[in-house]
């Protein structure tokens, strides 16, 4: 069964400027030249948190890692990141150019939280393999900061686009965030906060199998940190973007 749940995320605030500034592509993705800019942008921008600087001086009391936390929590103290103040899932369209034909097409899903699972429960499945150098410098993130700030991209199979329904209902009104990133794909998200309408999905939600699309090194990171800290319940879930596989 898959567990999926609503949650109170942090969010950047208006105090954080301009979010095309803030973003960045998933950490792996990040080439040095990348780092760079994203640095520039703004001194908000996340890459300060995910993929920071390393610097000569780095020691066991000042790296990349601590220095992660410490933006994190200031961040929080100042106000430029704020918790919002209901739960919810948030459906997350992606507006993107197909490479070989210049078509645009959109990309349904929704963020929510996601139960870890072992491979071995049969609900969760991956497709590829992963290396222990990511995997160590993921944990080191999550051990300082104790958050996770990227989702891993999962593929769920509903063929009568049930929860796609659900989404399409929620997304009517302007969205909460609307940006495109630096290779022309537009991102829209939209809180949805019903809960009636957060019911429904978890309901649909619950016999679906779940495939990692791309974040085998972030899911396996977490299964990490879970048994690390076998009592901790935020630890047992994952904050995840759930797509169907046939929207």
């Known amino acids: 069964m898959a567990n999926v749940k609503p949650f109170q995320p942090y969010r950047y605030s208006a105090k954080a400027g301009d979010p095309a500034q803030l973003i960045t592509q998933p950490y792996d993705k990040i080439n040095p030249q990348m780092q760079a800019r994203y640095l520039a942008a703004s001194p908000y921008n996340l890459v ?17 890692y601590t220095r992660a936390t410490r933006y994190f929590e200031d961040w929080i103290q100042q106000g430029i990141l ?3 103040t209901a739960p919810g899932f948030y459906a997350y369209f992606q507006d993107f150019e197909v ?21 071995s429960a049969g609900i969760a499945f991956r497709h590829e393999q992963t290396l222990s150098g990511p995997k160590k410098d ?18 769920y199979p ?12 929620a997304t009517q009104g302007a969205p909460l965030l609307d940006v495109t990133d630096e290779y022309g ?15 429904r999905i978890q309901t649909l939600m619950q016999p679906m199998k779940l495939l990692i699309a791309d974040g085998h090194h972030r899911y396996e990171t977490a299964l990490n940190y879970r048994n690390e800290h076998p009592n901790d319940l935020a630890a047992q879930y994952v904050m995840m973007t759930f797509v169907n596989m046939y929207s």
């Open 138 to 155: 993921r944990l080191e993130v999550l051990r300082h900061t104790r958050a996770h700030f990227g989702q891993i991209f999962m593929l």
């Open 99 to 119: 490479p070989d034909t210049g078509e645009r097409l959109t990309r349904k899903g929704f963020i929510g939280l996601g139960k870890l699972e072992d491979y």
């Open 185 to 199: 794909a537009r991102h829209r998200l939209w809180a949805v906060t019903d809960a009636a309408r957060l019911a």
């Open 48 to 64: 300060r948190v995910i993929l920071g600087e390393k610097r000569y001086s780095d020691s066991a009391a000042d790296n990349v």
């Open 82 to 84: 704020a918790q919002d």
């Open 158 to 169: 509903d063929r009568e686009g049930s929860v796609d329904r659900e989404l399409d209902q």
